[in-house]
């Protein structure tokens, strides 16, 4: 009997399993993130040397996540941590953790949003900004901002195709989001000493962030990748155009799913096939 009440649970974990299966990636993915939020650390400053930056739970002295050698042009993947109240920290390269922070601000974490908290502005006006990331589109579209990080340029103008994204964009400054038709475009940025264009493949669903800075020589762009579709932000920070990728968000749970029930099934089957073996042995 004992046996039987083991083999009756075990059938229901398979089944529990089973059912699990028939739930669509997108709201078993839903369920698994529930009460978090995401967050990525950003070194946007032309003439400030590199950083390490701290990321603190409110109220807790260690750090959750630590960042060394942050150089300019540096943009970390998305973390996703507890929604919450967080302070982050930026102190010179190889500094003591214990030691006074160059600078701190505070950011809350609200479920189901991702933020950005970026160095700006020169070394002597260095400040820590808070973006907040939008992670949905409207339908058929891509969204996409601007973030003028050159210091050698101090005002640009970026455009997408014929579509203008940012006009006179000042130095240490952020676009607001714009709606563009989805495909593979030309990005130009224009500014006094000339421009610079490249083509970025903006995919409807997605959310981008094309950062300008100061190259070898001349101006560059780096295109990031804020949400790839669903609501959900990517696991990296840097996507196609202009160079590098970001790896991909979550993945779907249904391949674990399937192992859970694949385990679950094969225990089951075992564990029949070994009393079976046993009650023929000894005639029970």
């Known amino acids: ?49 590199a950083v390490d930056v701290y990321l603190y739970s409110f109220g807790n002295s260690n750090a959750m996540i630590v960042l060394h050698h942050v150089a300019y042009g540096t943009v970390s993947p998305y973390e996703s941590v507890p929604a919450g109240d967080y302070s982050v920290a930026m102190r010179a390269a190889g500094a003591s953790a214990t030691s006074q922070p160059v600078l701190s601000t505070s950011v809350t974490i609200a479920v189901g949003h991702a933020y950005t908290v970026a160095g700006l502005g020169p070394e002597s006006g260095l400040r820590l900004a808070v973006l907040d990331d939008d992670l949905t589109t409207p339908p058929g579209q891509a969204l996409v901002r601007v973030i003028e990080a050159s210091l050698k340029q101090q005002l640009v103008t970026v455009s997408v195709g014929s579509t203008t994204l940012a006009g006179g964009l000042k130095f240490a400054s952020v676009s607001s989001y714009r709606a563009v038709s989805p495909g593979t475009v030309t990005v130009t940025v224009s500014s006094s000493g000339g421009k610079a264009t490249s083509s970025v493949t903006l995919a409807a669903g997605t959310v ?48 674990w799913l399937v192992a859970i029930g694949a385990g679950s099934l094969l225990a089951l089957t075992g564990g029949l096939r070994l009393r079976r073996s046993r009650q023929l042995n000894t005639g029970v």
Do not use: C, Q
């Open 1 to 49: 009997m004992n046996f039987f009440r083991a083999a009756s649970r075990k059938l229901l974990l398979v089944l529990g399993a089973s059912a699990l299966l028939s739930v669509p990636a997108a709201t078993a993915y839903a369920s698994s993130t529930t009460g978090t939020g995401w967050i990525r650390l950003a070194h946007l400053s032309p003439n400030t040397p």
């Open 208 to 255: 981008h962030t094309l950062v300008v800075l100061d190259g070898a020589s001349g101006l560059e762009v780096v295109n990031l990748e804020d949400a790839s579709g669903s609501g959900t932000p990517p696991a990296g920070g840097v996507s196609t155009g202009f160079g590098g990728t970001a790896p991909r968000g979550p993945g779907s749970p249904v391949p």
